[in-house]
């Protein structure tokens, strides 16, 4: 069964500390991408990678940073520089980064404490 | 500076009857265009999708509208049902982006019985 596995589903974050968020994906899809959602907002996003190794920069990426060592995996850390972190997250793949058609995971919703 | 507009952030509508949903955009050099339909606490879905040579592309109950010259796209849901209700995103690409997407805010659906 494909997907995309988000976890965990509910995250809380200290002051001035990191977080990181899990994605995974076994559609064997080379694109992946992180969004946030904000209430009231379209989804923004933050980074997205074309092929292991690589990752170029979204609309806002300032605060957070993320790795693509395997295919299957892009995970994205929250650092202490986001000062605004509070978001729900969205993981997305499509087979190439020109394909349209994203497939999201189920989210993940960041809050701080 | 919004390139994909929603600006009806809810729309109500009887069941049976139709639902239409209206998205506007700024730059002319999108050519491609998607819709996707998202519950609370997860993550949007792909519903259906229009090539900028086309003005009408349809899918069962849904039926999406292409106005190039008004740079204005429309969903349209008929008939609706309970099960439609939900958070529905625009997005457009631009191939010289390499494709990715941008979202509108969405639009909240409520299909009441």
């Known amino acids: 069964d494909g997907g995309i596995t988000q976890s965990p589903k509910y995250l809380f974050r200290k002051e001035g500390q990191n977080v990181t968020l899990s994605c995974e994906q076994n559609?064997?899809?080379?694109?992946m991408y992180w969004y946030r959602q904000d209430p009231g907002q379209g989804l923004r996003l933050i980074y997205y990678s074309q092929i292991v190794n690589d990752f170029q920069k979204g609309d806002i990426a300032e605060g957070y940073s993320v790795s693509r060592e395997k295919k299957e995996s892009f995970p994205l850390t929250v650092t202490s520089a986001q000062k605004n972190p509070t978001a729900f997250y969205l993981c997305?793949?499509?087979?190439?980064?020109?394909?349209?058609?994203?497939?999201f995971g189920s989210g993940t919703q960041l809050s701080v404490l | 500076d919004q390139q994909v507009k929603q600006n009806s952030p809810s729309l109500s509508v009887q069941e049976g009857r139709i639902s239409i949903l209206n998205c506007d955009y700024t730059n002319s050099m999108f050519d491609y265009f998607l819709w996707y339909k998202k519950y609370p606490a997860e993550g949007p879905t792909f519903l259906i999708s229009i090539s900028s040579i086309k003005d009408k592309n349809e899918d069962g109950r849904f039926t999406v509208f292409l106005n190039k010259s008004a740079k204005h796209l429309s969903l349209h849901i008929v008939p609706s049902q309970p099960g439609d209700s939900a958070v529905y995103f625009c997005?457009?690409?631009?191939?010289?982006?390499?494709?990715?997407?941008?979202f509108g805010q969405g639009t909240e659906l409520s299909v009441k019985p």
């Open positions: 997305a793949s499509s087979e190439t980064v020109t394909n349209e058609k994203l497939f």
């Open positions: 997005a457009a690409s631009d191939d010289n982006q390499g494709g990715k997407l941008i």
């Open positions: 559609l064997n899809h080379d694109a």
